[in-house]
């Protein structure tokens, strides 16, 4: 979605953004991935078409110049409203960014050890299953017990501005009362946390409160129990978009989030259902100021490569960056699907038993002091399972999928059912 505001400085982001369109016709690259050794990176690589990089440099000169640079606000301001001025500006924007522009054509410096691009060339994609097996990984051993381990619960709600139904009803009938409830819990219980990720649906959620709510989701994010991740208009869409409509859509949310609520600002990025990744959100990210992020959706052979040979946390470094200052911080989750049944471990039809919030699922066990012991032992072999695919000893599993916690009584199934297995774990 590409929304053009009237504010000076989307005034001038716009404008600057349009002469770039008029320089350069921008081809589309296949989405490659690479790692490097100790700590493990991926990386798109190089392509024989240098404009992606160029936009790329282009974007980063932007948000550095156009603050400081008058020559480029004012060719900017010019451009918008009429084409005619369109080679001063290019010109101008030749000598703004001629220094690092002449970086992006020498990419044979890059220190990357694994090309994504090489790797798939050397697996099997033959049409079956897609990765939605029994048992991801048959045979995987879990992390011995004697390793210490620390899992991080994360309650979230997926929840497309645009899929099944449109952007009012979503909101309306599923959005709101699931920020309401996800809200109401935190407030009411100081050990619950979640986060959440579209501000376009919060930003309605947000106009209907009164100063008593909004004062105590301040509160929970002060505190760090509420959390805004990527904090994007939505949640892009990468392989086949536009660098434009990403870098736009992030512009939006997190332009209304420094607004209106500048406690929320996001860290994390959070990619779990764009349907392909492009490495150009990973450098946006960075341009925004987050830290590190999330991303799912990998096709199920180059998860399972990367998994088994602990790969799965890496940086991602974009193809022209010799010397790392691209960098991401990003971890993939190894097995298909965002929801708690395919986050928790390799063995789905145990996991779904811990789907506590899908009161559909058919395998679902509500946890009783009679089985706490049980059901403890069962989702901990799950959780060593997947430790054994990480380097760190960490790992977060996602408890949610869309529009999850439409009801209260979800949210506190979660919360009743997952309590006594972590203080069975942690005791």
């Keep these: 979605m590409v929304r053009f505001y009237l504010k000076r400085r ?14 350069v016709y921008y081809q589309a690259i296949y989405v490659q991935l690479t790692a490097i050794d100790s700590p493990t990176s991926i990386q798109n690589n190089p392509s024989e078409n240098l404009s992606d990089e160029y936009y790329a440099t282009l974007l980063r000169g932007l948000l550095t110049q156009m603050d400081k640079n008058e020559e480029l606000a004012h060719l900017a301001r010019l451009s ?25 054509h020498d990419v044979s410096h890059n220190k990357a050890s694994l090309q994504v691009t090489s790797l798939i060339e050397g697996l099997p994609f033959e049409i079956g299953h897609g990765g939605k097996t029994q048992s991801i990984f048959p045979g995987l051993q879990p992390l011995p017990f004697e390793e210490r381990l620390r899992v991080l619960l994360i309650p979230h709600s997926h929840c497309d501005p645009g899929w099944l139904d449109t952007y009012t009803s979503y909101y309306t009938r599923q959005v709101r009362p699931l920020l309401t409830n996800l809200y109401e ?8 946390t979640y986060v959440y990720a579209e501000v376009s649906f919060f930003k309605l959620w947000w106009e209907e409160q009164g100063e008593e709510v909004r004062e105590g989701v301040r509160k929970l994010l002060k505190e760090g129990r509420f959390e805004f991740v990527q904090g994007g208009w939505v949640q892009a869409d990468e392989a086949n978009t536009h660098y434009f409509a990403l870098f736009n859509e992030m512009l939006d949310g997190h332009d209304w989030l420094k607004a209106n609520l500048p406690e929320a600002m996001p860290k994390s990025g959070w990619a779990i259902d764009p349907f392909g990744l492009s490495p150009t959100m990973g450098y946006v990210n960075k341009l925004f100021g987050l830290t590190g992020m999330h991303i799912d959706r990998v096709h199920y052979r180059v998860k399972t490569h990367l998994a088994v040979n602990k790969h799965i946390e890496f940086l991602w470094r974009q193809s022209w960056d010799a010397t790392g200052e691209t960098d991401m911080l990003t971890h993939m989750n190894p097995f298909p699907g965002y929801n708690s049944e395919n986050t928790c471990g390799p063995d789905r039809n145990v996991c779904e038993r811990f789907t506590f919030y899908n009161r559909n699922a058919r395998l679902v066990t509500k946890v009783t002091p009679e089985n706490t012991k049980d ?4 989702i901990l072999s799950q959780w060593r399972k997947k430790a054994a695919l990480h380097r760190t000893d960490t790992i977060f599993i996602e408890l949610g999928d869309d529009f999850t916690y439409t009801k209260k009584e979800f949210v506190a199934d979660i919360y ?3 309590t006594p297995l972590m203080k069975y774990i942690n005791s």
């Design 185 to 192: 819990w935190a407030r009411d219980h100081s050990d619950f």
């Design 10 to 23: 989307r005034h001038l982001l716009v404008a600057a953004m349009l002469i770039t369109l008029a320089l």
């Design 416 to 418: 009743d059912n997952y």
């Design 80 to 104: 918008l409203p009429t084409a005619k001025n369109t080679h001063k500006a290019a010109a101008a924007e030749r000598r703004i960014f001629a220094d690092q522009c002449s970086a992006v």
């Design 375 to 378: 059901l403890s032992e069962l």
